[in-house]
């Protein structure tokens, strides 16, 4: 699976921006579908991830400012960024995998497929 990650940009804090990412093809099995992002100097941190079942699942520093979605005829999977902080600049990758397990859905190494990446940067 190929991910094509576009959407970053510029963006003033308290702004919002919108990330997609199209997958080549459908996705099958028990497949997720996330977003992680990493700052300079920083680790790889987990965003969001959407299951095949539908279920979402955020990490603490974005609950309830950020939304993940997909649409299935499309391929692609969203990342809805509302309320942005400085500390939200990174660059943000989508990532899949096929056969996720749940307890794995945070972890970055887990996913077989990446997305080339999309810098987001917050600033005034």
């Known amino acids: 699976v190929q991910l094509q990650a576009s959407g970053g940009g510029l963006v003033q804090p308290g702004g919002s921006l919108r990330l997609s990412c199209a997958a080549s093809?459908?996705?099958?099995?028990?497949?997720?579908l996330g977003w992680f992002r990493q700052a300079p100097g920083k680790d790889r941190e987990f965003v969001a991830a959407i299951r095949y079942s539908g279920h979402t699942y955020y990490g603490d520093s974005v609950k309830g400012r950020f939304a993940i979605s997909r649409d299935n005829a499309k391929n692609t999977v969203y990342l809805q960024m509302n309320s942005l902080k400085p500390e939200d600049t990174a660059i943000y990758y989508c990532?899949?995998?096929?056969?996720?397990?749940?307890?794995?859905?945070?972890?970055?190494?887990?996913?077989?497929?990446w997305g080339q990446g999309t810098q987001v940067t917050v600033s005034s």
């Open positions: 990532a899949a995998d096929e056969s996720l397990i749940l307890s794995s859905i945070r972890l970055w190494e887990q996913y077989d497929y």
């Open positions: 093809r459908r996705m099958s099995g028990s497949y997720a």
